[in-house]
């Protein structure tokens, strides 16, 4: 049993191991929920580490997330740490699924490969949670300072959660959720590590969410459980025999040359909503050059939905119009005419 300031904890299952990282299910014995705890060790780990540790998780328990609503953005965020110097190991205690989760590494050990369908139906839930997370106020305790979002910052196959209603056998029809779990932020508070003084700019961090993301896909698009560094596509032979081109074309484009070409969670996931989740559904909507997509990319604004704006027809003709008539009025003025309201003959009209 854990027990933290907040109440006392029960480990009940294992679900997940790895160096130096155990996942468990648990229950909070006071509400009686379903909690995931994960426990964090190292021998190396001195009291004075330990300390250290509880210090910066505490500062991080500080931060407020405010989602605005009650939609479920799927983000696994500790709501209590606890620290044990005696026994060198910390812990962080997570609100669980509805159903028991799984690591997606855990679960693609047991399939050949996932097929576009459901890949689809995975990113269009990972692409969600990361434009809340890019786009959410970020409201520090006991400071006026509010920070634009954040980055997860360690996407991979382990840190992403799957959860399966066990009442459905087939999880090829794309009914399982999607959670994100070990941000960055946790991750750097417990391990330590060392933060380089000049920080890459918030918008290279998102990039860089889009990227892994992408390569993420490939890997289950594969059943691969690893893949090269500089792993490229266009590439591998196995590659071009997905039947999915479409879908193909979308995540080479998130996993870019040196970037993401979208700017942002929130234009990626508009783009893969227009792609067909069925290959023969609808003719490809990637017709221009991948590399020069960046511009053909629409940016959802927050608050007029692109629906709303005039169509561009319409501004043409309006333009046009409108500058005939100032034209007009001009030269009536050089000739020092008077401006004669407009006469129009009745047609068809009998008396």
Same mark, same amino acid.
């Given at each position: 049993?854990?027990?933290?300031?907040?109440?006392?904890?029960?480990?009940?299952?294992?679900?997940?191991?790895?160096?130096?990282?155990?996942?468990?299910?648990?229950?909070?014995?006071?509400?009686?929920?379903?909690?995931?705890?994960?426990?964090?060790?190292?021998?190396?780990?001195?009291?004075?580490?330990?300390?250290?540790?509880?210090?910066?998780?505490?500062?991080?328990?500080?931060?407020?997330?405010?989602?605005?609503?009650?939609?479920?953005?799927?983000?696994?965020?500790?709501?209590?740490?606890?620290?044990?110097?005696?026994?060198?190991?910390?812990?962080?205690?997570?609100?669980?699924?509805?159903?028991?989760?799984?690591?997606?590494?855990?679960?693609?050990?047991?399939?050949?490969?996932?097929?576009?369908?459901?890949?689809?139906?995975?990113?269009?839930?990972?692409?969600?949670?990361?434009?809340?997370?890019?786009?959410?106020?970020?409201?520090?305790?006991?400071?006026?300072?509010?920070?634009?979002?954040?980055?997860?910052?360690?996407?991979?196959?382990?840190?992403?959660?799957?959860?399966?209603?066990?009442?459905?056998?087939?999880?090829?029809?794309?009914?399982?959720?999607?959670?994100?779990?070990?941000?960055?932020?946790?991750?750097?508070?417990?391990?330590?590590?060392?933060?380089?003084?000049?920080?890459?700019?918030?918008?290279?961090?998102?990039?860089?969410?889009?990227?892994?993301?992408?390569?993420?896909?490939?890997?289950?698009?594969?059943?691969?459980?690893?893949?090269?560094?500089?792993?490229?596509?266009?590439?591998?032979?196995?590659?071009?025999?997905?039947?999915?081109?479409?879908?193909?074309?979308?995540?080479?484009?998130?996993?870019?040359?040196?970037?993401?070409?979208?700017?942002?969670?929130?234009?990626?996931?508009?783009? +893969? +909503?227009?792609?067909?989740?069925?290959?023969?559904?609808?003719?490809?909507?990637?017709?221009?050059?991948?590399?020069?997509?960046?511009?053909?990319?629409?940016?959802?604004?927050?608050?007029?939905?692109?629906?709303?704006?005039?169509?561009?027809?319409?501004?043409?003709?309006?333009?046009?119009?409108?500058?005939?008539?100032?034209?007009?009025?001009?030269?009536?003025?050089?000739?020092?005419?008077?401006?004669?309201?407009?006469?129009?003959?009745?047609?068809?009209?009998?008396?």
């Amino acid at each position: 049993m854990l027990s933290g300031r907040e109440g006392q904890y029960a480990i009940q299952h294992q679900l997940q191991t790895r160096p130096g990282v155990r996942t468990y299910t648990g229950k909070d014995l006071q509400t009686q929920t379903p909690v995931i705890i994960k426990e964090y060790y190292s021998f190396w780990w001195t009291i004075s580490d330990i300390q250290q540790i509880e210090l910066q998780l505490e500062q991080l328990e500080a931060i407020d997330f405010h989602s605005g609503g009650v939609q479920d953005f799927r983000l696994l965020v500790p709501q209590e740490s606890i620290a044990s110097s005696k026994d060198h190991r910390c812990y962080l205690v997570l609100k669980s699924p509805q159903y028991r989760p799984r690591s997606l590494r855990s679960y693609l050990e047991t399939q050949d490969y996932l097929p576009p369908k459901v890949v689809h139906h995975f990113l269009s839930q990972v692409l969600q949670s990361l434009w809340f997370l890019h786009s959410l106020p970020l409201y520090l305790e006991d400071s006026d300072e509010v920070q634009k979002g954040i980055a997860h910052g360690n996407l991979n196959l382990d840190s992403i959660l799957i959860a399966i209603d066990p009442a459905i056998q087939n999880t090829q029809i794309s009914q399982f959720q999607v959670y994100l779990q070990d941000l960055q932020l946790w991750e750097a508070a417990i391990w330590h590590t060392t933060q380089p003084q000049s920080q890459p700019a918030f918008k290279i961090k998102k990039q860089k969410d889009l990227q892994d993301l992408g390569k993420i896909a490939a890997q289950l698009l594969l059943g691969e459980l690893d893949l090269p560094e500089a792993w490229n596509p266009l590439n591998d032979p196995r590659w071009q025999d997905i039947p999915h081109d479409p879908l193909k074309q979308f995540i080479q484009q998130l996993i870019g040359s040196e970037s993401s070409t979208f700017s942002g969670a929130k234009a990626a996931r508009s783009w +893969l +909503l227009s792609i067909p989740v069925d290959v023969e559904a609808s003719p490809t909507p990637f017709e221009a050059d991948p590399l020069t997509e960046r511009n053909s990319v629409p940016e959802l604004e927050e608050d007029i939905e692109e629906s709303d704006a005039p169509p561009t027809y319409f501004k043409v003709a309006f333009a046009i119009v409108f500058s005939a008539l100032i034209l007009n009025i001009g030269v009536l003025w050089m000739r020092g005419e008077p401006f004669k309201a407009p006469t129009f003959n009745q047609v068809g009209t009998t008396r």
